[in-house]
């Protein structure tokens, strides 16, 4: 059966406080053998650390996501400073700009990316990064600051320019639902030009689930299902797909070291 890694999972989150443990257990008889749980605020950091803690293939990112400054505290740096030497964290995100909501404060978002990219920097950790409509300051930014340990650009939605800054700064690219919609014509077309080894598989569960879960709360259980995707997309074997993919994500965040 194919080892498969979801690279971006929120299973920390109350969606799954039912039948966390039942989901865990499907998604490895899935064949999924590995889960990065993203942070996105304080919030979240103590419940990924505590499921990290119990599941031995369950990694943690922690991280202050753009999308919630109004959540954010000013003592939330330090704190996050702080956690990064946990074992568990094996990476920052996810962070990044977020420029499709009209209203977001384009400056404050930049000073917290900036921030936790130093953070990163200095701890020696890859990048989880969540972008919209910002990947050409991303990379700027992050060229700027001369950050040398890549990661991951989650959702990746970025035209093939953008996509070639990310691979010259030494970053994967995760695909997930939105691949299997036969009206995502930009991500389609860009799995299918991509070097295998720049993708990565995740689901972002609970959201953005696959065609065939449409409506429905999205699991890593699914995680299969962009796999076939990706593989129908590409013309080649899933069981290769699978192997590399994995290997790509466990690279990115330097779980093999
Ligand atoms: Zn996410």
Redesign the pocket.
Known sequence: MATLFDS?C?LDDPAFDPDRDQILAAARAAGVSGFLL?GVGHWTWGRQLHLAGKEADCFCALGLHPLFLDRHRSEDLERLAALLDHPNVVAIG?IGLDYYPPEVDRQAQQALFEAQVRLAKAADLPLVL?VRRAHDQVTATLRRLRFPHGGIC?ACNASRQQVQRYLDLGFRLGFGGPLTYPRSHRIRALVQALPVEAICLET?APDLPPLNHRGERNSPVYLPEVLNALAELRGEPPERLAEITTCNARQALKLDL
């Open positions: 971006h929120h993203p996810e969540h989650h972002d």
